[in-house]
């Protein structure tokens, strides 16, 4: 079973994909490097939000820069702002609230805690003020007689959050590309040998630690491993750079997909 940890905190330990580290809130990501690309679902659901966020959230942004400009406000105008913001808070924030709501029941403070408190008091004061104005005394109107809405900073935040989780999971994603690029070089196979002595060839995903495997003569090594026979010169210069080939002999490390020289090594895989 494929296990999940947060990349803040890697004590933490998941079996779901979709479950977020209790402490920062982040998503979790998987522990094993795998060798294709694969755009998460959490990735995938960000982006969606996001898009639809900033669709609704533009107008309204508009809308609002544009009284601020005429100095007051059309009679429909706060209706309108309700109806753009409350898909943006009440759908594209969700992930948010529902993160903010686990902060708070872990007493493990993040920066979701303050979204979901910014977001949700914005939000609330303004749809108060729309929907029942009567409630708020007369100090908190303005010059209009009607009281000042926020659904434009609501959703704003929301829109710009999202965009910063989408920057974010697709730069964790691309971060694994060197590491996948490395697993394209490591051979499929490797000829593991027996106790007895006897030697076969069996998949990469086979290869156990401790396990004791033949690297012959211009064959990459298939694993990181110590050496424990033989003499041969290895090219590192995927790691290094460095031009020229290392000499390997008994206690020496080996490092996965590097390319053996002419010499036989047994050695013991560690990784």
Known sequence: MTQYTCPMHPEVRETSPEAVCPLCGM???????RAEEEISAEERDMTRRFRVCAVLT?????????????GRSAAWSHGVQL??????????????????WASLQTRSFNMFTLIALGVAAAFGFSAVATLAPALFPASFRGADGRVAVYFEAAAVIVTLVLLGQVL????????????????????ATARR?????????????AVAVGDRLRVL?????????????????????????????VAKGPGDTV????????????????R
Do not use: C, Q, Y
């Open 58 to 70: 533009a107008p309204l942004f508009l809308l609002a820069m544009g009284e601020m400009v005429v």
């Open 168 to 187: 974010e999971l697709r730069a964790r994603r691309r971060t694994g590309a060197a590491l996948r690029g490395l697993l394209g070089l490591a051979p």
């Open 27 to 33: 998503g979790l990501e998987p522990e094993e490097i």
């Open 217 to 245: 003569p211009g064959a990459k090594v298939p694993v990181d491993a110590i050496v424990v026979e033989g003499e041969s010169r290895v090219d590192e210069s995927m790691l290094s750079g460095e031009p020229e080939p």
């Open 83 to 100: 109806a753009l913001a409350a898909p943006v808070v009440l759908w594209g924030a969700a992930p948010f609230f529902a993160r903010g």
């Open 255 to 270: 490092t996965g997909a590097t390319l053996n020289g002419r010499g036989t090594l047994l050695v013991r895989a560690e």
């Open 193 to 205: 040998v027996a106790s007895d002595g006897a030697e076969s060839d069996v998949p990469l995903h």
